[in-house]
Nanobody, 125 residues
């Protein structure tokens, strides 16, 4: 089993920055590929970014590429999402996820076996 817990969500003005953290605990096997998703009420959970178990491979949704950075801490027990130049469209509940079995499956929420409870990011004008 893998447990995930997000933190770092806050209210920020457009153009500002936030860093989200995802504490990862439990068995190391089964974490596989990990990612961040975001969701607004009434809409589906959208993929934001993903990384491999060693944090070497990364990928981003087009809407955040160049502004967001996904990374793993040195002990691989924390995953981060550095978010810069935030826009109103970045508002949402952000979830970290783990356990996607392949790199090609990183885009779909259904590919992930483990989820955190979410942390709210609100960007205002």
């Amino acid at each position: 089993q893998v447990q995930l817990m997000e933190s770092g969500g806050d209210s920020v003005q457009a153009g500002g920055s936030l860093r989200l953290s995802c504490e990862i605990s439990g068995t190391k096997s089964g974490r596989d590929y990990m990612g961040w998703f975001r969701q607004v009420p009434g809409k589906e959970r959208d993929w934001v970014a993903a990384t491999g178990p060693k944090g070497i491979v990364t990928d981003y949704a087009h809407s955040v590429k160049g502004r967001f950075t996904i990374s793993l801490g040195s002990a691989k027990s924390t995953m981060y999402l550095q978010m810069n130049s935030l826009t109103l469209e970045d508002t949402g509940m952000y979830f970290c996820a783990a356990g996607a079995p392949t790199w090609s499956s990183r885009f779909s929420p259904g590919s992930y076996n483990y989820w955190g409870q979410g942390t709210q990011v609100t960007v205002s004008a």
